[in-house]
């Protein structure tokens, strides 16, 4: 089974900026697809972004412009820099991998254990 460890989340004022990494255990086909979702206290999981091994990418509109998703194969690591960050962006923040997109939405594929992002105003 493919393992995912998650760093970088943290406390930050309103209108800073946070990094968050997220390292596979190993490269399969199963890890295609590798992104990121969050979930605020009281609130549905809601998706952020994706990034597959060929470089194709999906990004939430709330988080357009603000938040850049990227990735290393070499190091099956996806990344999300997340700047002018708003206390709306606080929640949970979760990585995934999968096959596919669809695969992800649906809740399926695998999971790491999240990281907090707290955004202070």
């Known amino acids: 089974q493919v393992q995912l460890a998650e760093s970088g989340g943290g406390l930050v004022q309103a209108g800073g900026s946070l990094r968050l990494a997220c390292a596979a255990s190993r490269r399969t086909f199963s890890t295609y697809v590798m992104g990121w979702f969050r979930q605020a206290p009281g609130r549905e999981r809601e998706f952020v972004a994706t990034i597959n091994r060929s470089g194709g990418i999906t990004v939430a509109d709330p988080v357009k412009g603000r938040f850049t998703i990227s990735r290393d194969n070499d190091k099956n690591t996806v990344f999300l820099q997340m700047n002018s960050l708003k206390p709306e962006d606080t929640a949970v923040y979760y990585c995934?991998?999968?096959?596919?997109?669809?695969?992800?939405?649906?809740?399926?594929?695998?999971w790491g254990q999240g990281t907090q992002v707290t955004v202070s105003s």
């Open positions: 995934a991998t999968a096959a596919s997109i669809d695969v992800l939405n649906a809740g399926s594929g695998r």
